[in-house]
């Protein structure tokens, strides 16, 4: 094979990853240069920001890549950071309470998180400024115009918001997407456009990230188990996170007493809940089936914009003029009691939902019992389990409810009682397609990977017959869970075929007329056996079982 232009350039040399950042950073300065509007806006920020400058966003974003690099062990393995300690698990586990809300469970999701850091942040930032605004006011003449602190008190927002969310967020979360939700819910309400802007802003930087961090794919057609979307983020963790940013901005704008346009607003505010979501009111039934109400989620989006819209009327002549002519009557001089009314809704949503999360996080999580056998690493114990009572939320359940916890998991199970962790880490359907599966346990400065193997047969015609074996790093592997017997679907020769799980692995058992004739362990690959009258011979990941001129397939291997 001739060699082709890109074996001739060195290895270490992210050639396409190049192409991707030069690509856009051509695009965008010949935007800029035939722009005759870009020296006035570059002006615009100077008189704004720091040299121009969103440094609050970019500090923050460093203190949370940081974070990721560090504490969660990125630094080895940027594409798998250790997560379990670290998420809001309980008010009696500390630990996790504070780190919830800036650590991320995989690359995607910490970048993904950055970059709409980035592009919401300038906007809120920009709007906050780090010059005073104020007739009469001087930079340097006190703390608060000092553009030093106005640019610290935007990563210190960051981390009171942060651990707000982390401390009212329903479940176990990680992330920092509460505190994303909450610039952006400051932005919307200070500058709704251009916050718009920013979502768009959002959406092309996520698509030039994972081109420069898979700038190659090869798609092989392969079973998957796909949880959707919605059923993967905190709806409730980014609802407080976003109406904490609104009641934020709603504080700036009173203090500067100018209000955004209601019906900019309003598009602005709902265009970003049907991009981000916030329609996605969903419940678990247990093992990864979930139930979407999207009807009822619509119909909350709508009212809620509404809500928030008129928490910023300020009552202007403006707004009493357009009613007027709407309704054809007069409204009253004032209205400000309808805006009092929208800010304390907004109120009583934020105290509802967070307040929600309480029973959650002082519950006994963990103390539910794990599926047996475990393997134990320190506080740990990890364990394989069908159909088991969801140990998580089994301890949140409330009194007075009738049987709200009747939900089952199937999956490898991680358990702490020190740390008060209940989670299915691995579906079973996810170890049965692939056949394998690696759990991270640790905490802080330390970390051990867990081993998971399933290894079976499928009987023709029947579910598969299995074992799950649990391996901690640099142990002996631990029987974790065996599945019962099943029989074949075919009738070879008047006999019946069932497939056993044994110790030493997997056998044949041959009956007639419910009485066992003889077993007869699965062959190896290419070896043939004989059992009650029966020839059982492999052919690769196949076992045929022929009799009296009858040969039919009896048993396929999983796939490892």
């Not at 707000?164 to 992330?175: E, I, K, Y």
């Not at 309400?189 to 898979?214: K, N, S």
């Not at 019906?263 to 991009?275: I, M, N, P, Q, S």
């Amino acid at each position: 094979m001739l060699p082709g232009p890109m074996d001739a350039v060195p290895s270490w040399l992210p050639l396409r990853t190049l192409a991707v950042l030069l690509a856009a950073v051509v695009s965008l300065g010949v935007a800029l240069v035939a722009s005759d509007r870009t020296a006035r806006r570059l002006g615009a920020l100077r008189r704004r920001l720091l040299l121009g400058v969103p440094w609050g966003t970019a500090l923050t974003i460093g203190a949370v890549a940081l974070v990721y690099l560090f504490v969660q062990g990125g630094i080895e393995d940027p594409r798998d950071p250790l997560v379990i300690p670290f998420r809001s698990w309980s008010y009696r586990y500390p630990l996790g309470m504070v780190t919830a809300a800036f650590t991320h469970s995989s690359l995607g999701h910490v970048t993904g998180n950055l970059v709409a850091t980035a592009a919401f942040g300038s906007v809120a930032e920009y709007a906050w400024g780090h010059y005073p605004r104020k007739r009469g006011a001087h930079s340097f003449g006190s703390a608060l115009t000092n553009p030093f602190v106005r640019i610290l008190i935007v990563p210190a927002g960051a981390l009171v918001v942060g651990l707000f969310t982390s401390l009212f967020a329903l479940g176990p979360v990680v992330g920092f997407s509460g505190v994303v939700f909450a610039i952006a819910g400051f932005a919307l309400v200070q500058r709704p456009l251009t916050a718009l802007l920013a979502l768009l802003a959002d959406q092309v930087l996520g698509f030039l990230v994972v081109a420069v961090q898979t700038p190659r794919v090869v798609a092989v057609p392969r079973p998957r188990v796909i949880t959707p979307w919605w059923a993967s983020i905190a709806i409730q963790g980014h609802a407080i996170g976003l109406f904490a940013g609104i009641l934020l901005g709603f504080g700036l704008l009173y203090y500067r007493d100018g209000w955004p346009d209601p019906t900019r607003l309003w598009f602005g505010l709902l265009v970003f809940a049907e991009f981000q979501g916030l329609w996605a009111l969903y419940v678990p039934e247990g093992n990864g089936r979930f139930v979407l109400f999207r009807w009822l989620g619509a119909a909350v989006v709508f009212v809620l914009t509404a809500v928030v819209v008129l928490g910023t009327w300020d009552g202007d002549e403006r707004a009493g003029s357009r009613l007027d002519w709407i309704v054809e009557r007069r409204l009253p001089e004032s209205t400000a009691g309808v805006h009092t009314v929208g800010l304390a809704v907004v109120v009583v949503l934020l105290v509802g939902l967070s307040g929600a999360a309480i029973p959650y996080n002082v519950a006994p999580i963990g103390d539910s019992p794990a599926p047996q056998p475990t393997v134990e690493v320190r506080d740990y114990t990890v364990s394989y389990g069908e159909d088991v009572p969801d140990g998580y939320v089994r301890s949140v359940s409330l009194p007075f409810v009738d049987d709200p916890t009747a939900i089952n998991t199937s999956g490898v199970v991680v358990t702490s009682q020190r740390r008060h962790v209940w989670q299915t880490v691995v579906l079973e359907s996810q170890l049965q397609n692939r056949g394998f599966a690696t759990v991270d346990v640790g905490g802080v400065g330390w970390r051990r990977n867990v081993h998971v193997n399933r290894t079976g047969w499928r009987p023709a015609g029947n579910d598969s017959v299995y074992k799950v074996y649990l391996r901690p790093a640099g142990d002996e592997r631990t029987l974790g869970y065996t599945s019962e017997s099943r029989r074949a679907d075919p009738v070879v020769a008047g006999r019946n075929v069932t497939l056993v799980p044994t110790d030493e692995g997997f056998a044949f058992a041959v009956s007639r007329e419910g009485r066992t004739l003889a077993t007869a362990s699965v062959p190896g690959r290419n070896r043939t056996t004989a059992a009650g009258g029966l020839t059982f011979r492999r052919n690769g990941s196949q076992v045929f079982a022929s009799g009296e001129g009858t040969r039919v397939t009896i048993a396929t291997r999983e796939a490892a």
